[in-house]
């Protein structure tokens, strides 16, 4: 029995209680716990992975010494090792970057916010390294509120568009939670180990398909997917940029995780492919997802709403890998969790940038930014060349998984699909960079435009942003290594058809 | 005094070298058996003068007179991406305090 | 000599440390590149391969014979000239993105699969757009915008067509294709950058709007590196033959119209390249040689007339013919330096040009029907109408035009590099017409045409002395007018406002429309949630006061409430269908 899977979301947890102490005195203390909480998770998962990669042992801790079926279990496997690495680093890297831009955007009681911060990974944290699908919930509640509490800070609209969300969230934590109570009522346990083993026997029982069925429709709905989405954009346009830079990175992508470890670790192989069609349907869903954010994202003037929409295209990339079943596509969905968190997180973390700087939100008065911030503008480049998917960054690599996984199985519309958002995606990011190198001096089109008079961005964000731009081209580059050491044990069940 | 219009400058008689060495190139060396059109007397040298006539005639008269626009014909489109068009999408319709 | 590195990756190494070298150093660093990968290719062995283990697959990202050699060579050549011609620049993005649009060409061309092939491809394509937008212009940043989304959607064809192809046949591997389903695609993604009629119209959209050191490179690597993909995957096929021969004249045509005289040459390399795959078509070990020399030839040849050109448009701010006229006297050795090239390009004898167009040319007569032959025949003399003769005419002589009365034209000096440059690159041409043993031992196969023969002499100077002749009678008629004849762009341009407006606008409305009544339906049920009772009573929703609180009527039920109750009813049910099985 290892003690690192407990230690990610309890350390977390510890660190957020104490930074909140200290919060309420100095808010530079408070940050400055949290991002050490945020490394020593970081530091904890990455031990861990060392364990797991390869191959290697899976990590179980059972808590209070109660083993399971009885108590709950924390099981560090590569599944777990790779989402939990990839949220405490998002995560530290993002706290890192916040002081300057929560200044400038919510006012004073910044304190507080680093404690949410923590709460909110430990909840997600938890969700990553939970064997029990019950405790699943109990954390992604835990991070849920968390996360309200984080994205009421911004703009006029913002209390009112958390407000939407948390209706959301709640319904879809309801829907999940029912299926837990009609899973318990079927198979008698809520660890997840347990179930695997009774749950081929019972698959032909109504009570277990509905129960499939609500939690992920249940999980759906946190995960933003279409047409579940609609809490999201107003939700990342009003918020103030530290919230949206921690939570669209990774919040949507922990319940697709959920969805992915139910699928491969709890029910029966095939019992998502055959029997009830829930793959299909994710997958069909997530493909008018993606062309409906791929649309809908080159109409917007707003920079925030744009990656809004934006990400509900993305996310229906990862819903497709999960609906097409086969072990290419489902790493393809894995590793685009990884890329787009690094690509928005980036992308709103250079919001934030542009927000202090300049006060400016919406496209059309980017005019001329890429003179006044130059290296903040490669960063935002490297961007959008990955949210196109242009070699060698990471988007393009998962980008290309998916493609692969769609050919492998025939679903050419899909496959379409896919290219076709690239192409979309391409319309909306570059223009954003035609307008940022503009200079209205020359150029006739703009010319009755203000132009951006400003510094460039602050060291404590430029650093985080440079982090997450190279973040974007090593998880390219060494995407082999990555693939090779966690994610092709991850899908193995799925090889013989699952 | 020299007659200017006696004195032909120096490229024009250059150039009717050149057509000369052209014609004399088929008095030289091993006749080619007539095979193809391309083989006859002087051909290259009727087809290089009429094809540079033809296609004249193709680009300036054929295709010139339906084909041409003025240089600034898609020009309207640059306005375009300047952003200014409208559209549809706008804010979310504004809540009033104490709903809900 | 470096063991077995792909020659891109100096291109691509030399491009991440560019940006931080000393700002004066970064135009003569720029050539640390071409020379090392030139050092590099003459130790580098044919039938040298280097692997990579990419997820389950086996890449291939350096495969050497003779046909890439071809390509590996006069790329890093033209490079290196480039670079010169560009030493006065000071712009470094311009130098990372051609670094890396560079290195991404020899990518492609020593690329031993497919995703490798790819993965450059797409580099090329976002290398060469930063080209044109760095231009800054207007008409530039949307000439790179259309530029991208044609590439883009060309590179998407070219995946779908590599993805299928591995869903059936399981291999990555660049070789010969044949023309099923997959082939098709990735013959349409290698003749959109090949620029092949009708996917042509980006390149006269795009080039003359690049920057004046940018075009020469666009002119030189993307439309070349798909010749070299359709040699190698394509070669034998008569659809392809009929491509390039309709590309040789169609382009040529147009560049006989055009104005702007980057727009002449782009149209130009249309009709090139249109030989270029003539000769792969065709498909023989004589026309495939021919279709290698006239590539090594040709990029030579184009990048030296775009950088000349590319020298009057920095001289005089002016590139459209309608506009110039009368430079020699200003301008007198660009000229000469330009006719070197647009000779050699006309394949006259004791340039470089007269050694490989004339070869695929004589090779089709041994291959195909006449017809074929004649028409490449007439290509070739609209080349030298177009670029040999009236370009250098109307720009270099003739009255001055668009110049007020009396108004002298103002000549900005023209850097030394881009004489050294162009200079070099002529010589070149110039030692190859009288020394082609050093091509023609690269050539992928065993040279049999021997271009100093009678008859191809003879050829060459009736040509070229007799439509030199027809020019000279009919050349007022030519005289440039400042238009542009519209071609298959129309297609994309003309109706992407009425896209705009008939496409994007309505699905966009739907959504928010459907939005808004969603919201509107709620905000609606709100007040009859607050305060059922009074609905009932009356039918309407109880008075509201200024607050937005609906006035009570003592019989409130909470949102809480209402939204718990129906939780319950819903769980309910499910429960009572589950448990009646």
Redesign the interface.
């Known amino acids: 029995m290892s003690q690192i899977p407990a230690l990610i979301p309890t350390s977390l947890l510890l660190f957020a209680l104490v930074s909140l102490l200290v919060g309420l005195r100095s808010a530079r203390g408070a940050q400055l716990l949290a991002v050490a909480g945020m490394l020593f998770a970081f530091g904890v998962s990455a031990l861990g992975l060392r364990e797991v990669a390869f191959g290697g042992d899976t990590l179980r801790y059972a808590v209070g010494n109660w083993l399971p079926p009885i108590g709950i279990e924390f099981v560090f496997d590569s599944l777990a090792a790779y989402m939990t690495t990839l949220l405490t680093f998002t995560g530290a890297v993002v706290t890192v970057y916040a002081p300057k831009a929560l200044a400038a955007e919510t006012d004073g009681r910044q304190g507080m916010v680093y404690p949410s911060m923590l709460l909110v990974l430990a909840g997600l944290t938890g969700m990553c390294v939970t064997g029990d699908i019950f405790n699943l919930y109990v954390f992604l509640e835990v991070a849920a509120l968390a996360a309200y509490a984080l994205l009421a800070l911004g703009e006029r609209?913002a209390p009112?568009a958390t407000?939407r969300y948390l209706?959301f969230g709640a319904v879809g934590g309801?829907f999940y939670l029912?299926g837990v109570a009609?899973l318990y009522f079927a198979a008698g346990t809520l660890n997840m180990a347990e179930l695997a083993t009774l749950l081929p026997e019972l698959q032909e029982s109504?009570?277990v398909i509905?129960a499939a069925v609500l939690m992920v429709l249940g999980l759906a709905i946190k995960m933003a997917l279409f047409p579940m989405h609609?809490w999201l954009p107003?939700v990342y346009t009003n918020t103030a940029s530290v919230p949206a830079a921690l939570i669209a990175p990774i919040m949507t992508k922990v319940s697709a995780y959920a969805i992915i470890r139910l699928w491969l670790d709890v029910f029966p192989p095939g019992f998502f492919t055959e029997g009830v069609p829930i793959a299909a349907a994710i997958g069909w869903f997530s493909a008018a997802g993606i062309l409906?954010g791929s649309?809908?994202a080159?109409?917007?003037?707003d920079y925030r709403r744009m990656l809004a929409y934006s990400s509900v295209g993305q996310l229906g990339y990862i819903g497709l890998g999960i609906g097409l079943a086969n072990p290419?596509a489902m790493?393809g969905a894995l590793l685009h969790i990884v890329n787009h968190a690094f690509m928005k997180g980036l992308l709103f973390m250079v919001g934030g940038v542009i927000k202090l700087r300049t006060g400016r939100t919406r496209?059309?008065e980017f005019v001329g930014i890429g003179r006044a911030m130059p290296w903040t503008m490669v960063a935002f480049t490297i961007g959008a060349?990955a949210m196109?998917g242009?070699?060698?960054t990471a988007g393009?690599f998962s980008k290309?998984?998916l493609?692969?996984g769609?050919?492998?199985a025939?679903a050419w519309v899909w496959?379409?699909v896919i290219?076709?958002s690239?192409?979309l995606s391409?319309?909306y990011f570059?223009?954003v960079i035609?307008?940022i190198?503009?200079?209205p001096e020359?150029?006739?089109?703009?010319k009755d435009r203000e132009p951006v008079e400003a510094d460039g961005a602050p060291v404590s964000m430029a650093v985080p942003i440079g982090i997450m731009a190279g973040g974007i081209m090593v998880a390219g580059i060494f995407n082999?290594l990555i693939?090779?050491a966690l994610l092709e044990s991850v899908v193995a069940p799925l090889a013989g058809g699952g | 005094m020299t007659d200017r219009s006696r004195r032909i400058p120096i490229r024009y008689v250059l150039f009717g070298l050149v057509l000369l060495v052209a014609v004399g190139f088929e008095f030289v060396g091993d006749p080619t058996p007539r095979e193809q059109i391309w083989d006859e007397v002087l051909f290259f040298g009727v087809w290089g003068f009429l094809g540079c006539l033809v296609l004249s005639l193709l680009a300036k008269g054929i295709v010139s007179p339906g084909l041409d626009r003025p240089e600034d014909y898609y020009a309207p489109e640059e306005a375009r991406h300047d952003w200014s068009t409208e559209s549809p999408v706008t804010a979310p319709p504004a809540r009033r305090n104490g709903e809900g | 000599m470096f063991g077995s590195i792909p020659p891109g990756l100096f291109f691509v190494a030399l491009a991440l440390v560019l940006p931080f070298l000393p700002r004066q150093s970064r135009a003569w660093a720029f050539l640390v590149a071409p020379v090392l990968s030139l050092v590099h290719l003459s130790g580098l062995e044919t039938g040298t391969t280097a692997t990579w283990q990419l997820a389950t697959f086996e890449l291939e990202p350096l495969r050497v014979d003779r046909l890439a050699n071809v390509f590996g060579w006069i790329l890093s050549i033209i490079t290196l000239l480039g670079g010169i011609f560009a030493l006065h620049l000071k712009d470094t993005s311009q130098q990372v993105a051609a670094l890396l649009y560079a290195g991404s060409a020899l990518g492609v061309v020593y690329a031993g699969d497919l995703f490798t092939l790819f993965f450059f491809w797409e580099i090329m394509a976002f290398g060469s757009a930063w080209l044109i937008w760095a231009r800054r212009t207007p008409e530039a940043y949307a000439a790179g915008l259309r530029y991208i989304y044609v590439h883009l959607f060309g590179g998407a064809v070219l995946l779908g067509g590599i993805l299928w192809q591995m869903a059936e046949t399981g291999s990555l591997r660049f070789e010969a294709f044949d023309l099923d389903g997959p082939g098709i695609l990735i013959l349409v993604g290698f003749f959109l950058n090949a620029a092949a009629v009708p996917l042509h119209a980006w390149i006269a959209d795009a080039y003359p709007r690049a920057t004046i050191t940018g075009a020469v490179f666009m002119s030189a690597l993307t439309s070349k590196t798909a010749v070299y993909t359709l040699a190698r995957g394509f070669p034998g096929w008569e659809v392809v033959m009929w491509v390039g021969v309709i590309m040789a004249v169609y382009g040529v045509t147009y560049a006989i119209l055009s104005n702007d005289m980057r727009r002449v040459l782009a149209y130009h390399i249309v009709s090139q390249v249109g030989f270029m795959v003539a000769g792969i078509g065709i498909g023989t070990e004589y026309t495939l040689n021919g279709a290698s020399a006239h590539a090594f030839t040709n990029i030579l040849e184009k990048s030296l007339l775009f950088m000349a050109t590319g020298a009057i448009i920095h001289a005089t701010g002016v590139s459209r013919m309608s506009h110039l006229g009368g430079l020699y006297k200003k301008l007198p050795v660009l000229f000469w330096l330009y006719m070197i090239p647009a000779l050699s390009i006309s394949s006259a004898p004791f340039l470089g040009g007269f050694l490989s167009k004339p070869m695929t040319i004589s090779g089709a007569e041994y291959a195909t029907v006449p017809s074929v032959v004649l028409l490449m025949h007439l290509a070739s003399v609209g080349t030298l109408l177009s670029v040999g003769l009236k370009l250098p005419y109307f720009t270099w002589f003739t009255k001055p035009r668009g110049l007020a009365e009396g108004e002298e034209r103002t000549v900005a000096p023209i850097p030394w590099n881009m004489y050294a440059a162009i200079g070099l690159g002529g010589a070149g041409l110039i030692f190859l017409g009288l020394w082609r043993w050093p091509l023609y031992n690269l050539l992928p196969y065993e040279v049999v045409f021997d271009p100093y023969e009678t008859k191809n002499l003879k050829k060459a100077f009736q040509l070229i002395g007799f439509a030199t002749l027809a020019f000279l009678v009919i050349a007022a008629r030519l005289k440039p007018k400042p238009k542009i004849q519209l071609d298959f762009e129309w297609f994309y341009r003309a109706p992407s406002a009425l896209v705009w407006k008939w496409v994007v606008h309505p699905v966009v409305g739907v959504f928010v429309w459907a939005e808004r009544v969603s919201w509107e339906l709620a905000r609606a049920l709100v007040p009859v949630g607050f305060d059922p009772v009074s609905v009932i009573r009356s039918g309407r929703p109880g008075p509201t006061s200024p607050s937005g609180e609906t006035a009570s009527t003592g019989f409130r039920v909470t949102m809480t409430a209402m939204v718990m109750i129906a939780a319950l009813a819903f769980a309910i049910i499910l429960f009572w269908f589950v448990l009646l099985r």
């Open positions: 609209g009112v407000l209706l309801g029912l009609y109504r009570a509905v609609f107003d409906y649309v809908l080159i109409a917007q003037h290419i790493v496209i059309p060349l196109v242009i070699p060698p393009f290309w998984y493609l692969l769609s050919a492998e025939g496959f379409a290219v076709a690239s192409l391409a319309i570059f223009r035609e307008m190198y503009r200079d020359r150029d006739s089109a703009v082999v693939v090779r």
